[in-house]
């Protein structure tokens, strides 16, 4: 069982966080693992992309698969357009242009 109001330190892109939750530790970790591990591959394909880009395109990725998009996208057409157009996002975004 968990503590309540357990605090939780974790690490992301170098910055470290402290927080107060009501969720088990563990639980909690493991979230974190799983951001890690989104922008961990997103790093690698866009080494370019600042910290905040990074974590903006990791949580547009959790959101999507939150949605149902994983299961809708498991037809070949979409897995090609949705790669076509999160490319296009990225390079729209390492440019610069459009985003403020």
Known sequence: MHAPDEHIT????DERFSVRSDVPKEYFLGLVS????KIHALKTKYPSLSS??????AA???????????????DGEQVERISALSDSL??????????T
């Open 60 to 74: 547009l990725d959790l959101a999507d698969e939150l949605s149902g998009g994983e299961k809708r996208a498991r």
């Open 52 to 57: 905040a880009r990074l974590l903006i395109l």
């Open 10 to 13: 974790f690490e992301i892109l």
């Open 34 to 37: 799983n951001l890690k591990i």
């Open 90 to 99: 990225a390079s729209v975004i390492e440019d610069g242009e459009g985003v």
